[in-house]
């Protein structure tokens, strides 16, 4: 079945460096769509910005992805961290080889950007 | 943007007990999930339903069952709830036309004794 992995379980950086959230994906279906879902402390997780087009920039909010179909990535970067960018971070699939849009999500990467 | 809410926020449950978590949303969605958060595992789907009075079984559905009497209501029923359950539990909707992008509630954290 399809899958999502994310190989950063915990990021720490130093505000001001650039952040970099790998994130690979398994699927048969030829256009899946792509998610970056964000978490504050004490909130639900709210979508940051999807892709469903192969070799295509998305930005939203300072944070941008490049969905790679040929090497099965969308790594979610932005030039520089900010305290407010420390959240958990997930990674998420979504196509119709269940029959409906169901969204298959990563384990999550935990960022904590530090003065 | 969506509106969903979920009660209680917050329950303490006994092992063997019934527990219900409740989920309403008020943006006329069609879609309906319940997720589990445990951390290391992400986000995984147990329950879904895309028309009131009917139910889909998602990725982790046993132990649980789930209720959809109506578009803007979705329960959560752990008929015997066990140590395992202790989670925090979202629920979430999506638009039939933008099935993609799903619009979460608060989420509700359970622990089971």
């Known amino acids: 079945g399809d899958s999502v992995t994310q190989t950063e379980g915990l990021v720490t950086l130093t505000e001001g460096l650039p952040v970099m959230l790998n994130c690979t994906y398994q699927?048969?279906?030829?256009?899946?769509?792509l998610f970056w879902y964000v978490q504050h402390l004490n909130e639900s997780p709210r979508l940051l910005l999807k892709?469903?087009?192969?070799?295509k920039r998305t930005e939203h909010q300072g944070f941008h992805a490049t969905l790679h179909k040929s090497s099965s990535s969308f790594h979610l970067q932005k030039s520089s961290a900010q305290l407010s960018d420390s959240a958990l971070y997930y990674c998420?699939?979504?196509?119709?080889?269940?029959?409906?849009?169901?969204?298959?999500f990563g384990s999550g990467t935990q960022l904590t950007v530090m003065p | 943007e969506a509106a969903v809410t979920q009660s209680p926020r917050s329950k303490v449950a006994v092992t063997g007990g019934k527990v219900t978590l409740s989920c309403h949303q008020t943006?006329?969605?069609?879609?309906m999930y319940w997720y589990r958060q445990d951390t290391g595992h992400g986000l995984r789907l147990i329950h879904y339903?895309?028309?009131?009075?009917?139910?889909e079984k998602g990725d982790i559905p046993d132990g649980y069952k789930a209720s959809r009497p109506s578009q803007e209501n979705f329960s959560l029923i752990l008929e015997l709830a066990s140590l395992s359950q202790t989670a925090v539990y979202f629920c979430?909707?999506?638009?039939?036309?933008?099935?993609?992008?799903?619009?979460f509630g608060p989420g509700t954290r359970l622990l089971v004794l």
């Open positions: 979430a909707s999506s638009d039939r036309d933008n099935q993609d992008t799903q619009y």
């Open positions: 339903s895309y028309v009131a009075d009917s139910t």
């Open positions: 699927t048969i279906y030829s256009n899946p769509f």
């Open positions: 998420a699939l979504s196509d119709l080889s269940s029959g409906s849009w169901q969204l298959i």
């Open positions: 943006n006329n969605h069609d879609y």
């Open positions: 892709s469903f087009t192969d070799n």
